[in-house]
């Protein structure tokens, strides 16, 4: 994005809202790319892996470790750039993914063992990390709150489109000789965009600001969105960093109001991960398989539905999370989840009645489960975890968030085969149902709505001690004043 000059005569609307310029769009469009890579590099394991482990004879154990050595570099990634991004800033980080991502590419395809292969996957889980920390970070801080939930939720978007591109991928190289190769090397194109659409990108305005770069926030904001009354919404920042840190001398302190929204990132994480998305996403084909499609291309060929619904999902978070809120997306997505999977898992335990209807029930089953998913806990914990964290904490607290989710996702896809075979398939399904039900009740009591509410609000309801449910309302309970509450550090 170029600068251009301020001009304090530029256009305003008198109550502070604007028309977004389509350059904003575009902006979200090139930054969401982050999310396709991540996705891709997530699903495309899934075909690639019936392959790899028929070639070198991998038992369940080395195939859990191949799958989850993506997770481990994602959990790296995650907690070792957060405070880069708050020093060098989202796009310099992006465009460091972008780089990660082409690199563990061409590794991945010429890897010549196993070992080589698992470090070369931990390549694309360093980027893997970095980028589903940063983009959500770069889209929730460019976006204009009004249309925030839309503009984030284009990540999750981009996500589900790289995962259906995978399965479109995996099913393309399925009977080539050395096909998982390619599958693994189709990464590299995706990356090269990325790397050449953020090169022209500018820094998010509210970054640019906590350094002081006043100008170059001026002119971005008047970029994506004409009309904005410039003035206020820096001052409004401005606001929100001195007085988070009044003596500038003084390093970054972690106070004790900001535990709750560490807490909650975390526990979204949880949520996100233990009611199983990722036993679907990475092991689609093994499950299918095991349902009694008999060939890994056929079970490759039925997994394409699922990315397909995966896709097409998602798009219904981006046009009601700004409509009708996040929670009650929340509430659908795990009541719809859990039905599903104590479906999966009636479908193993009656397997012997159901005979060849066992993998087409299996199939519907993991098809409606993502659909649910796809425009619940998929987009809206990605874009809670990106609103909830006040500006001075946000690069770290999204960071710790981004780290507790993969490793959750590491435990969840390290155990997944052993589970199978330790307590069975349908147990292990039913597992995921019972905490997809508990989690119902822990959005019901801890998650905020924050639909409409803009990320400096959500800030000053976090130190006021406002209960989550009652974000948004028009009368919050001053429990605490800021400066109390300011001076009690943790």
Do not use: H
Not at 366 to 391: K, M, T
């Amino acid at each position: 994005m170029e600068q251009q000059k301020y001009s304090p005569e530029g256009p305003k609307c008198p109550n502070g809202e604007g028309k977004y310029s389509p350059i904003l769009y575009l902006v979200a469009f090139i930054v969401a790319l982050g999310g396709l890579l991540s996705g891709y590099d997530t699903g495309v394991i899934s075909g690639a892996l019936l392959y790899i482990k028929d070639e070198w004879f991998l038992n369940d154990y080395v195939q859990g470790i191949l799958v989850s050595s993506t997770l481990v570099g994602a959990t790296i990634g995650a907690v070792s750039n957060g405070a880069l991004a708050d020093i060098f800033g989202r796009k310099k980080i992006l465009i460091l993914t972008s780089i990660l991502f082409f690199v563990g590419s061409i590794f991945c395809a010429i890897a010549p063992n196993i070992a080589l292969l698992i470090l070369s996957r931990f390549i694309v889980g360093l980027a893997i990390g970095v980028v589903t920390f940063a983009t959500p970070l770069y889209l929730s801080e460019i976006s204009p709150e009004k249309i925030r939930g839309s503009l984030v939720s284009l990540f999750q978007l981009a996500i589900t489109i790289g995962i259906l591109f995978s399965y479109l991928i995996n099913a393309g190289f399925a009977n080539f000789t050395n096909g998982w190769r390619l599958m693994l090397l189709a990464g590299v194109l995706p990356s090269i965009i990325l790397f050449i659409g953020m090169s022209f990108m500018s820094d998010t305005p509210r970054w640019l600001v906590s350094k002081g770069r006043e100008e170059e926030a001026r002119a971005v904001f008047q970029k994506i969105e004409p009309e904005i009354n410039v003035d206020k919404e820096i001052e409004e920042i401005k606001n929100v960093l001195n007085r988070e840190n009044e003596d500038k001398t003084k390093k970054f302190r972690f106070k004790k109001w900001m535990l709750a929204p560490l807490m909650l990132g975390i526990g979204l994480m949880f949520s996100q991960q233990w009611t199983g998305i990722n036993t679907i996403i990475y092991y689609a084909p093994t499950i299918l398989k095991l349902a009694g499609f008999e060939t890994n291309a056929t079970a490759i060929y039925a997994t394409v539905g699922i990315g397909v619904v995966n896709c097409l999902m998602t798009f219904i978070a981006i046009f009601l999370t700004d409509k009708v809120g996040r929670k009650p997306l929340l509430y659908a997505g795990l009541v719809g989840m859990a039905i599903c999977l104590f479906a999966l898992g009636a479908a193993f335990q009656f397997q012997a009645a159901l005979g060849i209807y066992l993998k087409w029930i299996s199939l519907l089953a993991a098809i409606f489960y993502i659909s649910f998913f796809s425009f619940s806990l998929g987009p809206i914990i990605l874009l809670l975890v990106a609103e909830i964290f006040p500006l001075k904490f946000r690069g770290l607290g999204m960071s710790i968030s981004t780290m507790s989710n993969f490793l959750f996702n590491f435990t969840v896809t390290l155990s997944f085969l052993p589970l199978i075979n330790k307590i069975s398939e349908n147990n292990t399904f039913y597992l995921y149902g019972v905490i997809a039900i508990l989690c119902i009740f822990y959005v019901y009591f801890m998650v905020p709505e924050t639909k409409g509410l803009s990320l400096e609000t959500i800030e000053k309801s976090w130190v006021k001690g406002v209960n989550p449910r009652d974000f948004g309302k028009n009368s919050l309970p001053d429990t605490k004043s800021q400066e109390a509450v300011g001076e009690n550090n943790v």
